[in-house]
């Protein structure tokens, strides 16, 4: 459900603000390099409150000598301690706007950052998202969350004038601002219904998909200058990127500056290219056109028939209702592998919600992230890969990853969904194998693992057939 939905006297037309989902997060992120650039108006001191906030932290971690256990480091963790930004529904969570957020974990994590950083000589930064360049544990949920957290007065009123130009529905909210939580402030905000909480809009031109000063950024930035072999881009993990970051951090200041001067990019959220957010008015419309009632499969005998009717939908849409065509660039080159996924979330979502199933996309279980889990209670639970045939780990899609979670969740029931882009190749030989490759790993571990193959390939016209 966008805003623009709930709120229809809103003009997205005309707006700068981004049209959120109410009901789930979308993967993007509040990026402080944006929000530097603004010079003027209501947003020119933003960028100077961050840092201020950062340098006054820094300077307690100093005085505590680096000792985790004195009182200055102490009074340090606890202004690195925020409520969560949920009233943003941005960032990475399952399904549905509860984010990690400014826990006691973070807050140490990014003290113990600040540590390491004034032990490498770095006692001030001009901008703090640095701290994920050179920490492991400091990912662009984490920067983007404290961004919201810290500059939450900005967009509380930043919304609450969006709301009063367009006459919008709103009700008065306390929100909590500062360091855990122990300010507030009082402001008359919209309400969202899926949450029962305010709703915080943000100006489209502050969003990226990761932050500009991104670790992954940097490292491919210095790999090229240093004339490093390119193909290590791809190969190191974010470990290795931190520990060669520490070594170069007069490498890492020239990057940041370059982009200093730079005017920023922002995510095109209107075109939406990637498709974060486009996935839930293109599949919505759908499903609306095609009902299916799910409430038949809400019992443990039958609960496989949920994730098989949703598939098959799927496969239809993509295959026969011209779907296909959002798994491709406007160029004609295939979109990243989250694209099919968000197609899938979309048409499951709206499926599942109207029989009382849940439907949780990349819910840690265990050892890592499975692509969906839908599940009713705890007893009826199904989990669900998504890969592309060419991927590179396709196989351990199917053999190490699926069968782990499932493992680590008790659960018997999964599925493995292929995704055919290209014709012949790896594609080829993998489809010819793949049902009997699920066969022998639901064998050998005593498991009921069901897979499709989605055929995404481009359609020809019946024109030109």
């Not at 640095?130 to 957290?149: H, K, M």
């Not at 529905?169 to 402030?185: L, M």
């Not at 219904?193 to 305010?198: A, G, K, L, N």
């Not at 080829?428 to 390939?457: F, P, W």
Request: glycine share 8%.
């Amino acid at each position: 459900m966008l805003f623009s939905e709930q709120f229809p006297k809103a003009d997205v037309a005309t707006a700068d603000w981004f049209d959120v989902l109410l009901d789930t997060d979308t993967q993007l992120f509040v990026d402080p390099l944006l929000i530097s650039k603004e010079k003027r108006g209501r947003w020119k001191d933003a960028h100077g409150r961050l840092i201020n906030h950062f340098d006054e932290v820094f300077g307690l971690i100093a005085r505590s000598g680096l000792d985790s256990k004195s009182p200055y480091y102490t009074q340090a963790v606890a202004r690195l301690k925020f409520p969560e930004p949920n009233e943003f529904c941005l960032g990475y969570t399952s399904d549905g706007t509860d984010g990690a957020g400014g826990s006691v974990k973070l807050a140490r994590q990014i003290a113990r950052a600040m540590a390491e950083a004034i032990d490498r000589g770095i006692k001030h930064l001009d901008h703090f998202e640095l701290l994920g360049v050179f920490n492991a544990r400091i990912g662009p949920d984490r920067i983007s969350d404290l961004t919201c957290t810290i500059l939450r007065p900005y967009f509380v009123s930043y919304t609450a004038d969006i709301a009063k130009k367009y006459g919008l529905a709103t009700q008065e909210w306390e929100i909590a601002v500062g360091p855990t939580g122990q300010d507030s402030i009082k402001a008359e905000l919209p309400k969202n219904p899926v949450e029962d909480r305010p709703v915080l809009l943000v100006p489209k031109r502050f969003l990226r998909r990761l932050p500009t000063l991104d670790a992954e950024d940097w490292w491919g930035w210095y790999v090229l200058k240093s004339g490093i072999n390119i193909d290590l881009l791809e190969k190191v993990d974010k470990k290795s990127i931190v520990e060669e970051a520490s070594r170069n951090a007069d490498a890492v200041k020239e990057w940041a500056a370059e982009h200093n001067k730079s005017k920023g990019r922002p995510y095109d959220v209107d075109r939406d290219p990637d498709l974060l957010w486009r996935w839930d008015p293109i599949t919505n419309e759908w499903v609306s056109a095609n009902p299916i009632d799910l409430g038949a499969f809400k019992r443990k005998d039958r609960f496989h028939r949920v994730v098989e009717t949703v598939v098959g939908q799927y496969k239809h849409f993509i295959e026969q209702e011209g779907g296909w065509r959002h798994l491709y660039n406007d160029d004609g080159s295939e979109r990243d592998e989250l694209a099919a996924q968000n197609l899938l979330r979309g048409i499951g979502k709206h499926y599942c919600h109207a029989s009382g199933i849940e439907i949780d996309r990349e819910v840690n279980i265990g050892r890592g992230p499975v692509d969906f889990k839908f599940s009713r209670g705890r007893n009826l639970v199904t989990l669900l890969e998504v890969k592309k045939l060419t991927s590179g780990k396709f196989w351990n899609g199917l053999e190490r990853q699926l069968t782990t979670y499932m493992d680590a969740d008790e659960v018997t029931d999964g599925w493995l969904l292929a995704l055919q882009l290209r014709d012949g190749g790896v594609s080829k030989q993998r489809r010819e194998e793949l049902g009997e490759r699920v066969a022998q790993v639901s064998k050998d571990l005593g498991l009921q693992i069901d897979h499709a193959v989605v055929d995404g390939r481009e359609k020809k016209s019946a024109s030109k057939l």
